[in-house]
DNA sequence: ATAGGGTTAG
């Protein structure tokens, strides 16, 4: 009697161990129908041990719907591992790329069948909204927690942090942040990321501000004596490189020691962002030789930086490094780098080229860059049947028919271009309008172009008339063949020194005193006549101007910029 | 038995 039940014991954990085994090995989703078959006949569906195990094959999609099935399968009374169950599952499918909203659905049955939520269910939840980027279900979540009491808890407000943050809402991130009554490093680091992606996002307000308030979370996280974790360290380089200051972000760098594949990452892109490809280079040297292997990630901001400087044998020869020094592959986006370092530099045909003999299909975001370069360089026919194909494959996407219209606008086709504008209106699409936004006096003010409604718009204008006089002296010409309206040359000028940069800058130089920096925000890509009246306006009125652009920043000072043209 | 933050070209 003993014996025997001893033996089924043994034979039990003996199938327990089997089941165990079989999911560590198992890769698809007919071998893991067959274990819960296998599972079910062992009477084995209760198991905690057996369940995470099917749960945490994570890493595997199938493994995952699989858990899902059996967290709903009718054989299973999971009572007593409820809560664990769903949180694993809810946690695999927040790992993934893109089922993030599988997670949330997962949740929404969880609070449909009284299964009560704990503390450790919401940094799954959150985080899965905040890969999903929708706020109002964020929000929503928030809620839950509020009426759950669980907003006390330090790990649950660091993921509402993060949430907000990752939905563009800084503001609302920032209330969550004020009251918590502890905060340690993860918060922070948290709370500087959303401030440096809202930055980037286009939220211009964040980041405006963002260099003062980067220097107070610096000097607060000093003075409370926070824990300067890794992870803190490098938010704070990549704050400090984003929000204008690189010499600081680089003095940050040089001062940590064991310095991770991120730290130097970072610092790689953030001189990359400011246009000094030189340092970026040196940089990599040097990560080389003090024993650090770089990743995919590395490469990306190092082609930008050989890109953003106009280093193309230097990108040429990072690049061919990549399969002979480390034997990486090449992902798709290194690809577009070589395609956008190419074309920056005015080389079409060699882009073009590059592109034909690529072992993979080039994706729309290779040929945007390839047909804005035709644009640019005069290959008028080659880039408008690009477009055409871009449109066939991606209707929706708005920036194709930008493109082309532009194109046509070039040719002066202007007929057909009304046609493309026309059909973008009957398709409820809309070119985003350039703005751009300038902080005085702790006031944000936004300028669009031929901006009327501003209340010193009399004075502006004087002062840009004025502007135009004396750079028109020292050699600036119009780009009016940057004009892309059926309209005279006269207009033409009109039309540029009603750019919102130029109207920005105006005020900046009536409202502030001589000699000071004055620093501007665009949403979009800094335009080519305002680049190069930038930099007239800089030597002539003597101020330093810092432009910071949708994608980087130029330090413009006594007549030159420091993108060096190639942006 | 289960938790949070950092790097990515156009």
């Known amino acids: ?26 890769t698809t989703l007919l071998n893991l129908t067959q274990i819960h078959t296998q599972i079910i006949k062992l009477g084995l569906i209760n198991n905690p041990l057996v369940l995470t195990k099917f749960t945490s094959t994570s890493s595997n999609l199938n493994a995952i719907n699989y858990a899902s099935l059996i967290l709903f399968d009718p054989h299973s009374k999971t009572h007593l591992y409820d809560t664990f169950l769903y949180n694993t599952i809810i946690r695999a499918y927040a790992q993934t790329n893109n089922n993030r909203i599988s ?4 949740y929404k049955k969880m609070v449909v069948n009284d299964v009560m939520p704990n503390k450790f269910t919401y940094p799954f939840v959150l985080k899965a909204c905040a890969g999903v ?5 964020g929000e929503c979540v928030h809620g839950c927690v509020v009426k759950l009491g669980f907003d006390d808890d330090i790990h649950v407000c660091n993921t509402m942090v993060h949430m907000y943050c990752c939905c563009g809402c800084v503001g609302s991130a920032r209330k969550v942040f004020e009251g918590m009554c502890v905060r340690d490093s993860v918060s922070w680091s948290a709370m500087i990321g959303g401030y440096v992606r809202g930055g980037m996002a286009g939220e211009s307000v964040a980041d405006l501000g963002a260099l003062e308030l980067g220097k107070w979370v610096e000097r607060y996280v000093e003075r409370e004596g926070i824990r300067k974790s890794m992870e803190l360290c490098n938010a704070l380089i990549d704050m400090f490189a984003k929000c204008g200051d690189v010499d600081k972000a680089l003095r940050l760098f040089r001062g940590l020691d064991g310095k991770t594949i991120v730290s130097w990452t970072s610092v790689i892109v953030g001189l990359a962002m400011h246009g000094r490809g030189l340092e970026a280079a040196a940089l990599f040297e040097e990560m080389k ?6 990743d995919d990630v590395t490469f990306i901001g190092l082609l930008s930086a050989c890109s953003h400087s106009g280093l193309v044998n230097e990108g040429r020869k990072y690049f061919s490094s990549m399969t002979e020094e480390f034997h990486m592959t090449p992902k798709i986006e290194h690809y577009g780098c070589m395609v956008d370092l190419f074309s920056r530099a005015g080389l079409v045909k060699e882009a073009l080229e590059f592109v034909n003999n690529m072992p993979i299909e080039p994706n729309p975001i290779i ?12 290959e008028l026919n080659l880039g408008e049947s690009i477009t055409k194909q871009l449109i066939e494959s991606e209707p929706l996407h708005e920036s194709n028919y930008v493109l082309l219209s532009n194109i046509y606008g070039k040719m002066s086709k202007w007929e057909k271009k009304n046609t493309i504008r026309e059909v973008m209106g009957e398709k409820g699409m809309k070119k985003i309008p350039g703005s751009t936004m300038i902080e005085l006096d702790n006031k944000i003010y936004e300028f669009v172009a031929g901006d009327r409604t501003h209340e010193s718009y009399k004075e502006i204008h004087e002062m840009i008339d004025e502007m135009a006089k004396k750079i028109k002296m020292a050699g600036y010409v119009p780009t009016t063949s940057e004009v892309l309206l059926d309209i005279g040359q006269e207009e033409r000028e009109d039309a540029l020194n009603r750019h919102s940069e130029k109207l920005a800058i105006a005020f900046a130089l009536l409202k502030t005193p001589p000699g000071t920096p004055i620093r501007i925000v665009k949403n979009l890509r800094v335009c080519g006549d305002c680049h190069s009246a930038t930099k007239f306006i800089s030597k002539i009125y003597n101020r ?17 910029c420091s993108c060096n043209d190639f942006w």
């Open 1 to 26: 009697m003993t014996f025997s039940a001893t033996k089924i014991l043994t034979n039990k954990r003996l199938a327990e161990q089997q089941c165990l085994t079989l999911l560590e090995t198992c």
């Open 103 to 106: 997670s949330i659905e997962i």
């Open 133 to 137: 980027g929708v706020l109002s279900l």
């Open 289 to 294: 030789s003090s024993g650090v292997e770089p």
């Open 367 to 378: 040929l945007r860059t390839l047909t804005a370069a035709c644009r640019l360089h005069g």
């Open 544 to 560: 330093e101007i810092i432009v910071r652009d949708r994608n980087r920043f130029h330090h413009v000072k006594d007549g030159v």
